[in-house]
């Protein structure tokens, strides 16, 4: 799962930068607009350890953001499962904080706790966390009717036991959530640093627009999905783990 | 005739009018699309005065102002072909130009960089690069202010533990809240809203102009791509001609109120006291003395702009050829002095 993930990103990546090359040499654009391969090249020999150090103190602070968020969607949406006032409060809340554009809160955030680590952090898990509530709200509020119907007439349905049920009859899709949270974590915490961090790779894109240098993006691109491609694929291995020590499968 | 295409006469020739009438008026006309480097704001104004007085068309320009931004590029758009003209920086045209764009200079708009640090005078007295010394200077990590503030700090002698570099934002708290006492502006369009700002709390306000201490960074010039140079001379002249005239008219003292009312409908909420004091200190950046004409080209400026990049290893070592990358044209960079 890992290799092929990896080799999945390599087909794509590599699929992107034939296509600009392929724009650079029809309409014999100079290495300004988009850089020779040479040049990509070179800016990895020279970038590799910053850019590479800088992605890792993303991806730190985006799997701790994750790991927060995936937390706090599963407290909230267990408690929020059932259709109280509450339940549908959180639904409409969740609903509407997830509309606001995070560019637009994220200065209001970083006025407000300054630009390091914790406003990095709070951004990537605020961009995590309500997708993940959204879905595990939906799959905790739908009864496994099939199961839970002969412990309700039995009297012995705890809500233990009913979270227990509608969590393994739905392992296959929260586990495929989680994963693809990582995308968002990751996202959010580029966003964050691009708007005003001190750190990450979010950062150094921004520094590399600044200087017009699209070698240096492109390096950063590369990192960020091939990272973000282990992470998802140990993610999804992890998931199958799970599963196979729950169900013996 | 029958009653249906009788009724479809009018419409259509109706249409064919409107239709005749669009193509006469810009008839004659040569499209053209200017790219500036940042918002409609006074920093433009020589454009937006030509554009808002007809000056391109009258020479025979149907010209396009679009605004920039921080995502816009000019030189990129030039030579994609999405632009005829644009505004760049010059560390963004020598870098171009280092990477074999065909990019090529055809006015200087501002004679002194507009890019200041401002600071309170009661917390320091600036009479000599090294009075930098122990100060928290606020820089934008891989902006040309960076640049600017690396090579004054060289030039005293200081080295980086010698000042603390703050990140800087799109947010001055931390200068209104003396976290930092040096602040990069445009002195010409932010500083006068950040004095008005402080003003109001009573506190003064200096700037720090590099340039005064022997640091000249070229700022924005006007740009296009060789080939438009130099298969289309006439173009490029009536082009350069009109702007520059927008910008003479602009800042001259009797169309003051004029440029105030173009700027007063980018900026409603500016009060016209900070829109006189943006266009006085442009006036001064763009056209300082009468020695330099609106345009003009400073070779000596490109080329400690270039040293001081090559110096930071932003440039390689192979020199831009100037001879190649300055192209005045033809007596217009000399008619406004």
Known sequence: ?249 | MTHKAKSLTLPACILLAMVLLVTTSVEGKEKVTYRLKWLRNVSVIGALYAETHHLFEKAGLDVEVKAGGPERDAIREIEMGYADFGVASADQVLRARAKGSPVVVIAQLFQVNPLQWMYRPEEMQIDNLADLKGKIIGITFGGNDETIMRTSLAKAGLSKSDVTLFSVRYDYTPFYRRQVQLWPVYRNAQGPIIAAHLDKAQEKTSFFNPAEFGVKFVSNSVVTKSQTLEENPELVKRFLTALLTGWQQALSLENQEEAIKILLQYETNTPHSILEEQLKITRELIHPTTNLAIGMIDEPGWEQTERIMQAQKLLPMEGVDFKTLLQPVDGVNEIYR
């Open chain 1, 1 to 249: 799962m890992l290799l092929r993930r990896v080799f999945q990103f390599f087909v794509i990546y590599f699929l992107f930068i034939l296509g600009l090359m392929a724009l650079k040499y029809s309409l014999n654009l100079s290495d300004y607009v988009i850089p020779a391969p040479s040049g990509i090249f070179q800016t990895l020999v020279v970038e590799y350890r910053q850019y590479s150090i800088a992605t890792i103190n993303t991806m730190t602070v985006a799997i701790i953001g994750q790991i927060l968020s995936v937390i706090m969607a599963f407290v909230i949406g267990i408690t929020g499962r059932q259709s109280t006032w509450l339940g549908s409060f959180i639904k409409v809340a969740a609903y509407n904080i997830q509309a606001y554009p995070i560019v637009a809160l994220a200065p209001i955030l970083f006025i407000l706790l300054g630009d390091g680590f914790l406003t990095r952090l709070l951004i990537a898990a605020m961009i995590c966390y309500f997708p993940v509530l959204l879905s595990v709200l939906g799959i905790m509020s739908k009864p496994i009717d099939d199961i839970e119907h002969f412990y309700r007439v039995t009297n012995r349905m705890r809500w233990q036991l009913e979270v227990k049920i509608r969590t393994f009859e739905n392992l296959t899709q929260l586990t495929t959530v989680v994963a693809g949270s990582a995308t968002l974590a990751v996202a959010g915490t580029i966003v964050a640093e691009f708007i005003a961090a001190n750190a990450g790779i979010g950062y150094n894109i921004r520094i590399a627009l600044y200087q017009s240098d699209l070698s240096k993006i492109l390096i950063a691109l590369f990192l960020i999905g091939i990272t973000v491609a282990v992470y998802q694929a140990l993610l999804e291995l992890l998931g199958t783990a799970i599963k196979r020590a729950w169900t013996g499968r």
